[in-house]
């Protein structure tokens, strides 16, 4: 966006070179800014194919239709076999903030040669890449976005009550009832599929993750939980995401797993995070943050399972 020089004419050259300078400055350390508890761009696979500006992904979903026989000699009637195509549509939204500087701040930074604070331009992008998570998680009803949670179509895989009082909760249940229900999750998705999709990645609430990874397996094995499974299902990760603390069904506590690449899903991010160029409102002059998200697809919605209530 250009500048306007009616809009800098509270500042002087001087003040004006000096505030390009220092935002120069303030959005290098910007984008330098990590932010470890955000985990969707580690646990979802990170497209960024479409075009920043675009209004709809358009993807294909595909199904084979035929198979081969056996045949004789100077046979004709080959079987035929084809590929089916459907397509479909994933909405882009965009997402902004904005932070500010006013005039006394930077005639004062200006005049004591002093740089102008980062913080606001920090947090800005924070609020942004949370929205980012919080949509790979959650989607948005209200603008017709999709998260990972509560995606459309996924396996459901049902937890065995048979903890103490016929409850699902992990906490009522033995190592061995709590390996079993790890690994119906996985084979819900592997045994309908005979093998063809094998899930990857566990993810857990915090309470059930750190179960597993303290509690012995029993007397004769000194391996815990976590350890015994890892061990067993080589290829699997299990890793916490607090999101699902109350995410499942009548706010009880849920699992997943998937198959974690980008052939199976995908978090889509046509444009990352970006500060444009500032603009005067009044005695503030003013930056606009920007990024467009198109939520989460999942290809495969037969690689993805879930359960309830543990």
């Not at 026989?69 to 009637?77: G, L, V």
Request: include cysteine; proline fraction near 3%.
């Amino acid at each position: 966006m250009a500048v306007n020089r009616k809009d800098v004419k509270h500042l002087d050259a001087v003040e004006t070179a000096f505030l390009r300078r220092q935002l120069t400055h303030v959005k290098t350390k910007t984008y330098d800014t990590k932010y470890k508890n955000l985990k969707a761009t580690t646990f979802i696979p990170v497209s960024m194919e479409a075009n920043a500006g675009d209004d709809y992904i358009v993807w294909y979903s595909f199904s084979k239709a035929g198979k081969a026989k056996i045949i004789a000699d100077y046979a004709h009637d080959f079987p035929r076999v084809d590929v089916y195509a459907e397509e479909n549509q994933s909405r882009i939204r965009s997402i902004g903030d904005s932070y500010g500087y006013s005039l006394k701040e930077i005639r004062r930074a200006a005049k004591a040669g002093n740089k102008l604070n980062t913080r606001r331009a920090s947090v800005a992008k924070s609020a942004i890449d949370e929205k980012i998570d919080d949509i790979a998680w959650n989607g948005d009803d209200d603008y017709g976005l999709q998260g990972l949670i509560n995606y459309p179509g996924i396996t459901e895989y049902t937890v065995p009550n048979d903890g103490t009082g016929t409850t699902k909760t992990w906490s009522t249940k033995t190592a061995a009832q709590i390996i079993r229900d790890l690994t119906g999750l996985a084979n819900a998705v592997s045994v309908p599929t005979y093998g063809r999709e094998e899930i990857n990645q566990i993810l857990l609430p915090r309470e059930q993750y750190n179960l597993i990874k303290n509690i012995q397996m029993n007397t004769y094995n000194d391996k815990t939980i976590l350890e015994f499974f890892l061990t067993n299902n080589s290829g699997v990760s299990i890793d916490i995401l607090d999101e699902l603390n109350s995410a499942g069904a009548s706010a009880t506590d849920r699992m997943m797993a998937y198959t974690r690449d980008p052939e199976h899903i995908t978090l889509e991010i046509p444009q990352p995070f970006e500060q444009l160029e500032y603009d005067k409102k009044g005695m503030e002059y003013v930056v606009s943050c920007h990024a467009e998200s198109g939520g989460v697809i999942i290809y495969f919605p037969q690689s993805v399972v879930f359960g309830d209530g543990i």
